[in-house]
T-cell receptor, first 115, second 114 residues
Framework: AQSVTQLGSHVSVSEGALVLLRCNYS??????LFWYVQYPNQGLQLLLK??????LVKGINGFEAEFKKSETSFHLTKPSAHMSDAAEYFC?????????????FGGGTRVLVKP | DSGVTQTPKHLITATGQRVTLRCSPR?????VYWYQQSLDQGLQFLIQ???????AKGNILERFSAQQFPDLHSELNLSSLELGDSALYFC?????????????FGPGTRLTVL
């Protein structure tokens, strides 16, 4: 079975500072990995996904993530935080050979951006 | 706006009652998914349908059931409601059923069980 762990349920960053959100996965087979963002009172929106091509994945809004198999990690970064980045971020895993398209989510990390 | 619509936005009901949540997928999407988001359990996959057929099942209680109709909209039925069923229920849709298909999420239905 697959699982996802996000380190830190809350992260506070200053505007203009680096955003780093950590995600580690556990999977017995090659995974697909995703980062989603949830703004207040909204549904989830896909930021980026890893599908076994390039290990450095670029997404929307200046975010990127690097897949490191040796560390079973898929950390999300953004060089310079903006006030609009305040939201909750979810890492998710799906199995390549699974029937269907079940996403298993981490617990989420809420990002607060300070002016 | 993802193109996925969910009704109602809010639902308040009492323990023991039964409710139906409705989801309309994006135009052209054949697959729908249901997720539950609660403070206790986080975001959990419940069930996936593809073109009317159940495709994958997650941590869905026996008191819950879902179906996808010929027009591709889906309904999630929750019965014998308990306080712990209070949560945000999301529907998502994707063009097909496989893992490479991006899931587009609706705004959710917030269920409060009193």
């Amino acid at each position: 079975a697959q699982s996802v762990t996000q380190l830190g349920s809350h992260v506070s960053v200053s505007e203009g500072a680096l955003v780093l959100l950590r995600c580690n996965y556990s999977s017995s087979v090659p995974p697909y990995l995703f980062w989603y963002v949830q703004y207040p009172n909204q549904g989830l929106q896909l930021l980026l996904k890893y599908t076994s091509a390039a290990t450095l994945v670029k997404g929307i809004n200046g975010f990127e993530a690097e897949f490191k198999k040796s560390e079973t990690s898929f950390h999300l970064t953004k060089p310079s935080a903006h006030m609009s980045d305040a939201a909750e971020y979810f890492c998710a895993v799906s199995l390549i050979k699974a029937a269907g398209n079940k996403l298993t989510f981490g617990g989420g990390t809420r990002v607060l951006v300070k002016p | 706006d993802s193109g996925v619509t969910q009704t109602p936005k809010h639902l308040i009901t009492a323990t023991g009652q039964r409710v139906t949540l409705r989801c309309s997928p994006r135009s052209g999407d054949l697959s729908v998914y249901w997720y539950q988001q609660s403070l206790d359990q986080g975001l959990q996959f419940l069930i996936q349908y593809y073109n009317g057929e159940e495709r994958a099942k997650g941590n869905i209680l026996e008191r819950f059931s879902a179906q996808q109709f010929p027009d591709l909209h889906s309904e999630l039925n929750l019965s014998s409601l308990e306080l712990g069923d209070s949560a945000l229920y999301f529907c998502a849709s994707s063009p097909k059923a496989g893992v490479l298909n991006e899931q587009f999420f609706g705004p959710g239905t917030r269920l409060t069980v009193l």
